[in-house]
């Protein structure tokens, strides 16, 4: 029944290594976003996709490469994890609703790299 | 640039008193929406109230409403009637559009409120 699920909900790791998070919508939305929440609890968005086309692309590193086999799906994937990489990431989606954009988070993707 | 500004970063109200959370954003654009997402130590991002920036009219949401002033660029938020609920961290959020694409929230820093019995 969640509208926006990501997986894992926690994900502890090593500097170097490589990792996914997988994030699902159910809501028929046709946008797909990741933001991060560093340590200070500050958001900021990463990537949009739509339809599986990649719309927004802020200033972050190479390593992390967004991927959507369909509408329904954005997973993340993380290169040679850095120390730095240590947030709570966030999947959402969002569409129309009543000519309003309505947006929608995952409940967020604990990183931790040690 | 589009910047969102929350100056109180923690605030503490009594339980069934009113509060009100601060933020002030900057942009050259004339259509736009705004928000205030509330995050509890579940870490899940929950919709507090909705504004679209052609609205005149205030956005209210039971306990919650918003005095959206567009000349000021100022948006803040009233809780009425505080519950120990409420307790958690409050983003003032800002959104302009892209057509049939979504778009792109900017957030601001959060204020922290602890509701107290």
């Known amino acids: 029944d969640t509208a926006v699920s990501q997986t894992p909900k926690y994900l502890v790791t090593q500097m170097g290594n490589d990792k996914s998070i997988k994030c699902e919508q159910n809501?028929?939305?046709?946008?797909m976003y990741w933001y991060k929440q560093d340590s200070k609890k500050f958001l900021k968005i990463m990537f949009s996709?739509?339809?599986?086309?990649?719309?927004i692309n802020e200033t972050v590193p190479n390593r992390f490469s967004p991927k959507s086999p369909d509408k329904a799906h954005l997973n993340l994937h993380i290169n040679s994890l850095e120390l730095g990489d240590s947030a709570v990431y966030f999947c959402?989606?969002?569409?129309?609703?009543?000519?309003?954009?309505?947006?929608?988070f995952g409940s967020g993707t604990q990183l931790s790299v040690l | 640039a589009q910047t969102v500004t929350q100056s109180q970063p923690e605030m503490s109200v009594q339980e069934a008193e009113t509060v009100t959370l601060s933020c002030t954003y900057d942009?050259?654009?004339?259509?736009?929406?705004l928000f205030w997402y509330k995050q509890p130590p579940s870490r899940q991002m929950i919709l507090v109230i909705r504004?679209?920036?052609?609205?005149?009219q205030n956005a209210t949401e039971n306990r919650f409403s918003v005095n959206f002033q567009k000349a000021a660029k100022s948006f803040s938020l009233k809780i009425s009637d505080s519950q120990l609920g409420d307790t958690a961290m409050y983003f003032c959020?800002?959104?302009?559009?892209?057509?049939?694409?979504?778009?792109?929230?900017?957030f601001g820093q959060g204020t922290e409120l602890s509701v107290k019995p």
């Open positions: 959402a989606s969002s569409g129309q609703d009543r000519g309003v954009e309505k947006l929608f």
């Open positions: 809501l028929g939305h046709d946008t």
């Open positions: 996709y739509n339809n599986k086309e990649l719309i």
């Open positions: 942009t050259s654009e004339n259509n736009y929406y």
């Open positions: 504004q679209e920036a052609y609205k005149q």
């Open positions: 959020a800002f959104m302009i559009p892209i057509y049939n694409q979504g778009g792109k929230l900017i």
